[in-house]
C-alpha cells in the first residue's frame, strides 16, 4: 500500500464516520427506543470510527505490513524480572488493584496477567497474586490457570497462589506488606486502580530489594508509583500492555486506532485554543461555543 | 465452544450496557437494571468464596507452623470474631423490650405536677428529659454531673402540664434506647378515668412506649428499663462491633494511613534526585507547592503560594487533562477489545 | 584527609533512611508541646464554598454527604464539623447520606455528638459567632444512612432519592413522615449539596452522575491528594467550592470562627513539609557530592 494511502484512509475514515454522526446528531428525533441527544452522537462517532480504523488497520497487518509500537521500558522490564525472580530462586507477585472487574483498569489488569502467568510458567517460577474483591480473585485463578495451561504446564499451577487478602484498603495493604516481608518477591507488579496504599506497598517492596513495576491510569497515585517504583505505565500503557507484549496483529490494530483518535482529538484541542485565542483577542462578549456545537448543543 | 460461548455472551452483554445511553425505553432499563442487580448479589455471594479462600490459604500455613504462623491465627480469629459480633444475635425469635411504663397513684389535689420516677435495671443509665442534657438514672445527689460514677437513688423528677419526651439509654452505643412520651393532664382524673387508663396500659404495652401516656396532676409513672444490648453491624450498630470498630478497626485504619507521611519523606529523599533536567524541574517543582501549601512558606513570603497556584492550575492542570484524555481513549479501546472478542488471553489461546 | 571524606561520604550514601523516619515523627510530636500559631489566611477556593453555604436561609434543605473511613477523619473531620457549625447556626434543615460502607458507625457517633449534641459546649471563650443548638432527628435532621451501589448509588440518589433509600430513614421511618423530607424527590430538589470525600466514590461521581441533571450547587471537601483532580471542576463552575486537606479546613475553621483540629494540625503539616523538603535536598547533597567525587576520581585528582 503506498505512503500516501497509508495517511489518508485512517483520515478519511475517522473524518467521515464522526462527520455522519455528527449531521446525525440533530436529524434524529428521540423516541422511546433510540436517542441522540445531547453528546450521544459524539460518543457513537468516536466508537464507531474506532471500530472502523481498527479494521483497516486488521487489513494492513494481516497484509504483512508492520505496525510501529514505540518502546514501553516498563514492559520490557516485565520480561525481564521475572527471569531475575527465575535466577534468585524467589516469586512474582502481582497486584491486580483495589478496584472491583467492573472497573477497566481492573480488566486491563487481569489481561496482563495472562500474559505474565504464562512468562512465570515458560520461566517455572511461582506467580503470587493478591486479590482485593473475591470475584476478581475467581477471575485471576481462571486466568492463571489458562496461562500456565498455555505453556504447557498446568502440573505447575497452585490455586492457593491467588488470594482473596481483603475489600478493606488497609488491611489489604497490610496482608500484601506481609506476603512482601514474608516471600520476599524479586519482582512486584502493581497494575490496575490503585489508591492510597499505592505508596505503602511500593515503599515496602523497596525494602527488599524488588523490581517493582507499576501500572495505573489512577492520576492521584501516579506520582507516588513514579517516586517509588522502578517502572511505571502511565495511563493509557496500562491499556497497550497486552498488545505490546503479544504483538498479535488485532491487539496491535486497536492500539493504532486508539493512536489515530488521540491524534484527532490533539487537532481539536489546538483548534480550540486557537479558536479561544482569537475570540479572547477579538474582545468577543458572547464567543461561539465550538464544544457545544460539536455536541449538538 | 468452551471459548466460543463466553465469548458471545460476552459481547452481546458488552453491546447491551453499551445500548443502555441510547435506549431509554424502560424496559430496556429494566434489564440493564436487573443485570447490574444480579451482578451485585453474585458479588456478595463471592464474599463467602473469598472467606473459604482465606481460609484454604492460611490455615494450612498454620498448621504447618510456617514463617509468621501466629499472624494467621490471629487473622483467621479476628475474621471469625467481626463475623460473629456481625450477626444480629439479639433479633433470633424476635426483638425483646427494652421497658415498660406503669402509672400509679391517686390525683392529689391542686398539686400540678406530675412525678416521673425511674426504675432501670442499667445502673449506668442516662435519662434525657425534652432535649436537655442527660442525667443519670441512678445517682448518688446530683444526677446532672455524669461524670460521676452511678449512686444509689433513682431519679426522680416532676413533670408540669403538657407533653414531654423521656429517652433513657446508655452512655455508650450498641445498646437499645427507650423512648416514651407522657401527657401531663391540666386537670385531675376521676378515679373511674385512672382505672381506664391503668387498664390501657396493661393492655398495650408495647404502643405505650409509642403513644403518650396520659397522666394526671399528683400521679406517679414509673419507667422501668432493661436496656438490649445490640449485635449485629447494620444500623443500629452492636455494642460488640462498635467496641471492635473503634478500638481494633479505627486505630489501626489510621495507623497505616499514617504510616504514608514516613513513607513519602523516605521516598522524596530517595527519588528526587537532580539526575538530569527533567527531574531537576520535577524537584524544584515539588519543593515550591509543598512550600506554597502551608502557612510557613505565607509567612516566609506571599509570592510562594502564588507559585504553587500557578503550578497547579497551569502545569498540573494541563499534564493531568492529557494523562485523563490518553487514559479515558486507552479504556474505551480495551472495553471495545472485549466487547468485540478481539481480546481473548481471558478465554485461552485459539 | 582524602580517605576520612571518601568515608565521611560512604556513610551518607548508605544512609539509613530511619533518620528521616525519627525526624518526621519528631516534626508530628513537637508541635503538640510547642504550637507555632502561625496565621492562616484563607483562600479563594475555601472562602468561595464558605460564602456559598453563607448564602442559605433558614429551612433550605441541605444534603450532606460523608463519604469516608477512619483514615481520613483528621483531614475530613474538622471541615465537617466547622461546616455543620455554619449549617446549624443558620438553622438549615440536614439530609444525611454516605455511599461508603466504612462511614456508618463513624457517622452516628458524629450525629449524637455534633448534630443532636451542641459543637459549641456552653463556657467556649474561644468561639464568639453565634452558637448552634441541638437538632431533633426527623425534625431537623434526618439519617438516611448507607446504601451500597457507589455510582449506581448516587446516580439514583440523583433521579429518585427516595427509591434508593426505599423510601425511610436509616432508624425505620418513613421517609413521606418525615417533614423535612416533602417535595425532595431528587438532589435536585436540594439547595445546597455539601460532599466530604475521602475519594471514590465521592466528589467526582457525584459530579459526573448528578450535576448534568440540572445544575446543581455543590461544595464540598477532600484528601489534600484528591485536589489536583478536583480542581478543574471548581475552576469549571460545577464545583462551587473545593475545600482540599488539612491546612484548607484551617482556613475553613477561621472563616467559621471555630478553632479546631485542622488549625491544631496545621503546625504538624507545616513541620513535615520541612522534614520532607529538607530530605530532598539532603539527597541532592548526597548525590551531588558523589558525584563530584567521582568525577575527581576519573580525572585522577585527589
Known amino acids: 500500500m503506498n505512503a500516501r494511502l497509508k495517511i489518508i484512509v485512517p483520515i478519511g475514515v475517522t473524518i467521515g464516520v464522526a462527520a455522519i454522526a455528527f449531521l446525525w446528531r440533530g436529524n434524529v428525533e428521540p423516541s422511546r427506543w433510540f436517542t441522540l441527544e445531547g453528546p450521544r452522537a459524539m460518543y457513537v462517532a468516536i466508537v464507531a470510527a474506532m471500530a472502523a480504523l481498527l479494521y483497516y488497520y486488521l487489513f494492513r497487518a494481516r497484509r504483512g505490513d508492520e505496525i510501529y509500537i514505540r518502546r514501553i521500558a516498563g514492559v520490557d522490564a516485565i520480561e525481564e524480572s521475572v527471569g531475575r525472580s527465575t535466577e534468585m530462586g524467589r516469586p512474582v507477585l502481582y497486584v491486580t488493584g483495589v478496584e472491583d472487574i467492573t472497573n477497566i483498569q481492573t480488566i486491563a489488569s487481569l489481561l496482563v496477567l495472562g500474559q505474565v502467568a504464562e512468562m512465570t510458567a515458560e520461566y517455572d517460577t511461582e506467580l503470587k497474586v493478591a486479590n482485593f474483591y473475591p470475584i476478581t480473585m475467581v477471575v485471576a485463578e481462571e486466568i492463571v490457570k489458562q496461562g500456565y495451561t498455555n505453556a504447557g504446564r498446568p502440573d505447575a499451577h497452585k490455586p492457593q497462589n491467588v488470594m482473596f487478602i481483603s475489600s478493606e484498603q488497609f488491611a489489604f495493604a497490610a496482608g500484601v506488606n506481609g506476603i512482601i516481608l514474608r516471600d520476599q518477591p524479586a519482582t512486584n507488579i502493581y497494575i490496575g486502580r490503585f489508591f492510597a496504599e499505592s505508596l505503602i506497598l511500593a515503599e515496602t517492596g523497596y525494602l527488599t530489594k524488588a523490581i517493582q513495576i507499576a501500572g495505573t491510569a489512577e492520576i492521584t497515585q501516579l506520582p507516588f508509583f513514579i517516586a517509588a517504583c522502578d ?30 483518535i488521540k491524534a484527532f482529538v490533539i487537532a481539536l484541542l489546538l483548534a480550540g485554543a486557537v479558536f479561544a485565542t482569537y475570540n479572547h483577542l477579538a474582545g468577543s462578549h458572547e464567543p461561539w461555543d465550538l464544544g457545544g456545537w460539536l455536541v449538538g448543543k | 465452544m468452551k471459548s466460543t460461548i463466553p465469548l458471545v455472551i460476552g459481547c452481546f452483554v458488552g453491546w447491551f450496557a453499551f445500548g443502555e445511553l441510547y435506549v431509554p425505553h424502560e424496559d430496556y432499563r429494566w434489564v440493564f437494571e436487573f443485570l447490574r442487580d444480579q451482578a451485585q ?13 482465606v481460609i484454604q490459604v492460611n490455615y494450612p500455613k498454620i498448621r504447618r507452623r510456617e514463617a509468621d504462623w501466629q499472624y494467621k491465627v490471629v487473622l483467621l480469629v479476628g475474621a471469625v470474631a467481626m463475623g460473629t459480633a456481625g450477626l444480629r444475635w439479639h433479633a433470633l425469635g424476635g426483638e425483646a423490650d427494652s421497658g415498660s411504663m406503669a402509672v400509679s397513684g391517686t390525683a392529689a389535689v391542686g398539686t400540678g405536677y406530675a412525678t416521673l420516677a425511674f426504675d432501670s435495671a442499667d445502673r449506668d443509665a442516662l435519662v434525657i428529659i425534652d432535649g436537655a442534657p442527660p442525667v443519670r438514672a441512678w445517682h448518688s445527689g446530683n444526677p446532672s454531673d455524669i461524670t460521676k460514677p452511678p449512686g444509689d437513688q433513682a431519679l426522680s423528677v416532676q413533670l408540669r402540664p403538657g407533653e414531654h419526651v423521656i429517652t433513657v439509654r446508655k452512655p455508650v452505643e450498641g445498646y437499645a434506647k427507650h423512648e416514651v412520651s407522657i401527657l401531663v393532664a391540666d386537670n385531675e382524673p376521676t378515679s373511674a378515668k ?9 393492655l398495650l404495652p408495647a404502643a405505650a412506649a409509642v403513644l403518650p401516656i396520659n397522666v394526671a396532676p399528683g400521679q406517679v409513672v414509673t419507667v422501668s428499663t432493661d436496656l438490649v444490648m445490640y449485635w449485629g453491624a447494620g444500623s443500629p450498630h452492636g455494642r460488640v462491633f462498635t467496641w471492635m470498630y473503634d478500638h481494633i478497626f479505627f486505630p489501626c485504619n489510621a495507623t497505616m494511613f499514617a504510616l504514608l507521611a514516613f513513607f513519602i519523606a523516605s521516598a522524596a529523599f ?17 519543593i515550591l507547592v509543598m512550600i506554597g501549601l502551608v502557612p510557613i512558606g505565607r509567612a516566609m513570603s506571599p509570592i510562594f503560594p502564588e507559585i504553587e497556584e500557578w503550578i497547579m492550575d497551569t502545569l498540573n492542570t494541563t499534564g493531568r487533562r492529557a494523562i485523563m484524555m490518553g487514559a479515558a481513549l486507552g479504556a474505551i479501546a480495551t472495553g471495545l477489545r472485549v466487547i468485540l472478542g478481539i481480546e481473548r488471553s481471558h478465554l485461552g489461546s485459539d | 584527609m582524602a580517605a576520612e571524606q571518601k568515608d565521611w561520604l560512604q556513610k551518607l550514601q548508605t544512609f539509613d533512611r530511619r533518620w528521616i523516619f525519627l525526624a518526621m515523627g519528631v516534626a508530628i510530636i513537637a508541635p503538640l508541646f510547642a504550637p507555632l500559631n502561625l496565621p492562616v489566611a484563607p483562600s479563594a477556593m475555601v472562602k468561595s464554598a464558605y460564602y456559598t453555604v453563607e448564602d442559605l436561609k433558614e ?63 456552653q463556657g467556649d471563650s474561644s468561639y464568639h459567632g453565634i452558637p448552634d443548638d441541638p437538632y431533633v432527628k426527623n425534625e431537623d435532621y434526618v439519617w438516611l444512612g448507607f446504601r451500597e451501589g457507589r455510582e449506581a448509588t448516587i446516580n439514583g440518589m440523583a433521579t429518585d432519592i427516595r427509591g434508593t433509600f426505599d423510601n425511610q430513614a436509616a432508624d425505620g421511618t418513613p421517609l413521606d413522615d418525615i417533614e423535612i423530607m416533602n417535595g425532595i424527590e431528587s438532589l435536585a430538589d436540594f439547595d445546597l449539596i455539601v460532599m466530604v470525600s475521602a475519594g471514590y466514590p465521592g466528589i467526582k461521581e457525584y459530579i459526573q452522575q448528578a450535576q448534568g441533571r440540572g445544575n446543581l450547587r455543590m461544595v464540598g471537601a477532600c484528601t489534600a491528594v484528591s485536589v489536583p483532580e478536583y480542581t478543574p471542576y471548581y ?14 479546613a484551617a482556613e475553613y475553621e477561621k472563616l467559621v470562627g471555630k478553632i479546631g483540629t485542622a488549625t491544631q494540625g496545621t503546625d504538624v503539616l507545616n513541620l513535615g513539609h520541612v522534614v520532607v523538603i529538607s530530605a530532598i535536598l539532603f539527597g541532592n547533597f548526597i548525590f551531588f557530592a558523589g558525584q563530584r567525587r567521582r568525577r575527581t576520581l576519573r580525572s585522577g585528582k585527589v
Open chain 1, 231 to 260: 517502572y511505571t505505565l502511565i495511563g493509557e500503557e496500562m491499556y497497550a500492555v497486552s498488545a505490546y507484549m503479544t504483538r498479535e496483529s488485532r491487539l496491535l490494530a486497536m492500539l493504532k486506532s486508539t493512536d489515530v
Open chain 2, 41 to 53: 448479589i453474585l458479588a456478595a455471594m463471592a464474599f463467602i468464596l473469598g472467606g473459604i479462600n
Open chain 2, 194 to 202: 385512672y382505672e381506664i387508663l391503668k387498664r390501657w396500659v396493661e
Open chain 2, 270 to 286: 530517595r527519588a528526587f534526585r537532580a539526575r538530569n533536567t527533567e527531574s531537576a524541574l520535577l524537584l524544584g517543582a515539588a
Open chain 3, 59 to 121: 429551612g433550605d434543605r441541605v444534603l450532606l454527604s460523608l463519604d469516608m473511613d477512619p483514615a481520613s477523619t483528621p483531614e475530613l473531620e474538622p471541615y465537617y464539623r466547622a461546616v455543620l457549625l455554619q449549617l446549624k447556626r443558620k438553622k438549615v434543615k440536614i439530609v444525611i447520606a454516605t455511599t461508603w460502607y466504612a462511614a456508618p458507625p463513624l457517622v452516628e457517633r458524629w450525629l449524637s455528638s455534633t448534630v443532636e449534641g451542641r459543637i459549641i459546649k
Open chain 3, 235 to 248: 475552576n469549571s463552575g460545577q464545583l462551587l467550592g473545593l475545600v482540599g486537606g488539612m491546612s484548607k
